[in-house]
């Protein structure tokens, strides 16, 4: 088995311009029959036993802006063209809510009745106006379960109102902070568990204050956690007594929000990001439609800054500023806690647009920061495999992987242990899995997570099973030969909607087969030398 790395660090696909909600790229829902077998993973039995959240796929259902504005005058809509969205009158909910309609994806959501679905979806409705065409509209998933699920928690919190002085000490204490803003959270409705051990803090949306689609905690390790686990569809929004400014700050943490709300940011509002710097979804994009200035400010490290160009080019990069972090601002909170001027700190931050041109003045301070932290400059590294972090200096975006070896030789069992490595690190992975089906590289995922035999330990299921949902894993689900270019648009529509940032192909000659018609682009490798591509 061989390994090499491409030397060119413009080798990913780009973001999609013209992509679609619908994809065959899932999230996997693992059940216990998975492991009711007691052979082993290439088992028969074992290939239905898990559910693929399957939405078929369309290429020709692209959105054009152009067209979705021709759409909504033609029916006498007027809209708005934002940065990132069109937003228009609600056509479901009679209140005064805006429906907004993403100008890449045409993925739509009205906070107001928390209606949401595909541009094909809205356009049918537009057309039809029917009640069997509105009935196609359903309330946004994630947002369904998030307010489910804080009104059962919420029923077993305490309100921050309800602490006693020593109560409130020792909870300033826990998070490491000297005092907090005890009166903005009670108004925030912040609660806490009965040990005063972990922080909640419910999600919010603009204009509507009664739904809590989901909420964020602080664990009693300091560790974040935010539900829903994906694609929540509110924010932590810090506002001053004026209301919303037209600047924002965006933070991928509560104590980062916290440290920012105990100074004096006139005319800045404080937003935490639900899943933090590892993706920003569809769902949340229109909360920040009005800002006109939006400043970034993530963490020091090379997956940071990489994360953060990411979220700029969705947010419309030409609005967004960057501040680049040294030891002492590394993060907001590290900022308080060095006493740094933070007014003055988001004054310097760096416009980031355009992204196609650039001076010396900003690669300089690149350049300072790669000295300061080589060691982080070189990637995320593998925990599992230390040995390869010499070779390939940690996971990089732009650079590509070639994996190549014999039949057997282990290239899919490696890749698996590879890639769950990376996921567990909050790398958003992309599988697709062309030669084996997905319930068999789940499988061996799951045990390799587990480092035993699931199906020995089967009352362990429930336990790996949990936690191996909260990575961010995507498994297409193709199988078989594919054209390359729906392959492809489903990559890009990953990019985009769930900000991928590692994509694997297993394997490139099963996917387009001895016949297709594109595996020309093959003809400059030899057979066998493209295998993964990261």
Request: charged content about 20%; overall charge neutral; hydrophobic content about 40%.
């Amino acid at each position: 088995m061989f390994l090499y790395r491409t030397v060119c660090r413009r080798v990913t696909v780009p973001v999609l311009k013209k992509t679609t909600r619908n994809s065959r790229c899932s999230k996997i829902v693992l059940t216990r029959k998975l492991f009711n077998s007691s052979r082993c993973g290439c088992s028969a039995d074992s290939r239905t036993s898990i559910r693929d959240q399957e939405v078929p796929v369309n290429t020709s259902d692209f959105v054009s802006v152009s067209q979705v504005k021709q759409k909504l005058l033609k029916n006498n809509h007027v809209f708005e063209d934002g940065h990132c969205c069109l937003s228009v009158d609600c056509v479901f909910c009679k209140s005064q809510s805006k429906l907004f309609i993403n100008k890449i994806t045409g993925f739509f959501i009205c906070y107001g009745c928390s209606r949401a679905g595909s541009w094909q979806q809205l356009e049918h409705f537009l057309t039809n106006h029917s009640a069997a065409s509105e009935s196609q509209v359903e309330k946004e998933e994630g947002t369904e379960d998030g307010s489910a699920a804080w009104k059962k928690i919420s029923k077993h919190l305490r309100p921050v109102g309800d602490l006693s002085e020593g109560e409130r000490i020792s909870v300033t204490q826990k998070l490491d902070f000297k005092t907090l803003p005890w009166s903005l959270l009670e108004r925030k409705g912040v609660m806490l568990d009965d040990k005063n051990d972990e922080f909640y803090w419910p999600l919010a949306v603009p204009g509507n204050e009664t739904v809590v689609p989901g909420y964020k905690t602080i664990c009693s390790d300091l560790s974040e956690q935010c539900y829903p686990h994906s694609s929540a569809a509110g924010v932590v929004i810090l506002t001053s007594e004026e209301g919303r400014a037209k600047t924002a700050v965006l933070v991928p943490t509560l104590r980062d929000s916290l440290a920012l709300s105990l100074q004096d940011l006139k005319g800045i509002d404080v937003i935490c990001l639900p899943h933090g710097q590892f993706s920003l979804p569809q769902t949340v994009l229109p909360i920040l439609e009005e800002y006109e200035k939006l400043i970034l400010w993530f963490d020091d490290d090379v997956t940071s800054w990489n994360n953060a160009r990411l979220f700029a080019r969705k947010l419309a990069i030409e609005r967004c500023h960057l501040v680049r972090p040294i030891q002492e601002t590394k993060s907001a909170f590290v900022a308080y806690k060095n006493g740094i001027d933070i007014a003055e700190t988001l004054r310097n931050a760096q416009a980031m647009s355009h992204a196609s041109i650039i001076t010396f003045a900003q690669l300089r301070d690149d350049l300072l920061l790669e000295l300061y932290s080589s060691d982080q400059a070189t990637g995320i590294k593998w925990q599992r495999f230390p040995a390869l972090n010499s070779i390939l200096q940690g996971h990089r975006r732009g650079e590509l992987t070639i994996l190549t070896g014999p039949t057997g030789s282990g290239k899919t069992t490696f890749m698996s242990e590879y890639s769950l490595d990376l996921a567990m690190q909050k790398v958003t992975t992309l599988w697709g899995s062309f030669e084996i089906r997905n319930q068999r590289l789940v499988r061996t995922m799951l045990q390799q997570m587990a480092a035993a035999p699931l199906q020995d330990h089967r009352d362990q299921f429930d336990e790996w099973a949990d936690k191996f949902t909260l990575l961010p894993l995507y498994f297409m689900t193709f199988h078989g030969q594919q054209a390359l270019d729906v392959v492809m648009d489903t990559v890009k529509h990953a990019a985009y909607v769930h900000d991928v940032a590692h994509v694997i192909i297993d394997n490139v000659q099963f996917m387009l087969g001895l016949s297709s018609s594109e595996s020309g682009f093959l003809d400059s490798f030899p057979s066998g030398s493209i295998a993964r591509t990261p």
